[in-house]
């Protein structure tokens, strides 16, 4: 990544690279609008699978019944179309260095460090800014506040 982007994680805990609040906060509006892409090509793959496997079980039900062969190839086409939408938008989050932690709950991870330990600053959809953290072992539902303990440009270490 460019400068002022994240960088290479010097301690070496599996993190590949790491952000300083304001980094990650700088990069929030372009993941939010990804995360969301995301979330809707998920739902739509999901009510996509949904109404094929209604057909599938009409057809189960019913003995064989005639199915429009196009209609049903075109939601399956739309339905892969949608799976592989919500793969390729993840992957771009996961290249700019983020992780979607909970895409239902649209949560996203930044790797940083915490008193030069590797950790998580968390955002969950829908806040305004980035005010949590976590460690990597631990869950969105373990994330503590930052309590205004760092300036926007520091490492939390």
């Known amino acids: 990544m460019g400068e002022g982007g994240a960088r290479p994680d010097a301690g070496g805990e599996g993190l590949s690279k790491t952000f300083t609040l304001s980094e990650a906060q700088t990069l929030l509006p372009v993941l939010e609008a990804l995360l969301v892409r995301a979330r ?71 790797p940083c460090q915490v008193e030069g330990r590797a950790a998580m600053l968390c955002w969950r959809m829908g806040e305004a800014t980035i005010s949590h953290w976590h460690g990597v072992d631990e869950s969105a539902e373990q994330r503590r506040p930052l309590e205004g303990r760092l300036g926007k440009s520091e490492r939390l270490n």
Request: hydrophobic share 40%; no cysteine; glycine share 8%.
């Open 40 to 110: 809707t090509s998920a739902l739509r793959g999901a009510e996509l699978e949904l109404e094929m496997q209604r057909l599938s079980h009409r057809i189960f039900l019913s003995g064989g019944m005639h199915v429009d062969v196009a209609v049903a190839a075109r939601r399956r086409a739309e339905r892969d179309k949608a799976g592989q939408e919500t793969k390729d938008t993840i992957a771009e989050i996961e290249a700019i260095g983020a992780q979607v932690q909970d895409l239902s709950e649209g949560v996203l991870d930044f």
